[in-house]
Structure formats: C-alpha cells, structure tokens
C-alpha cells in the first residue's frame, strides 16, 4: 500500500496487480504445457523397428482382442 501512497484505491489497486500477476503465472504454466501431442508420440516409437503398416496391425488386433474379450457370453 504504501507504494500507492495510502490512498483509497490503494486496496483494489493491489488487489488488481495480484490478479494480474496470478493470470500471468497461470498462463506461463499453459503456454509450457501446450507441446506438440505427434512429437511426443514420435519420440516414444523412435525405439520401435518395425514400420508403421505393422504397428497398425498390432494395434488392430490389440483392439480385436480388448473388443471380443469385453463381449457377453
């Protein structure tokens, strides 16, 4: 306050300059969790040597059996 010189305004001023501060933190922390979602995925299969026609059939018949293993009777 005493950098508003005690005037009236004085609580809301601060009360605004915190708000600002604590949006501008909450963006930072969003701007740095906002990454590319395919370089993720790209940087995890780099270790894989199979090419991608056979992971989509894995991935297939990983789906088919989850799906058949969930079906009643």
Known sequence: ??????KKS???NLEREANEK?????ENENS????DPVEAIDGILTDLDIDS???????????ASKV??????
């Open 10 to 12: 004085s609580p809301q």
């Open 68 to 73: 058949t293993r969930d079906l009643p009777g």
């Open 53 to 63: 026609v056979e992971l989509q059939h894995k991935a297939r018949e990983l789906w």
């Open 22 to 26: 604590w949006v501008k933190s909450l």
């Open 32 to 35: 740095e969790s906002k990454r």
């Open 1 to 6: 306050m005493k950098r508003f010189r005690y």
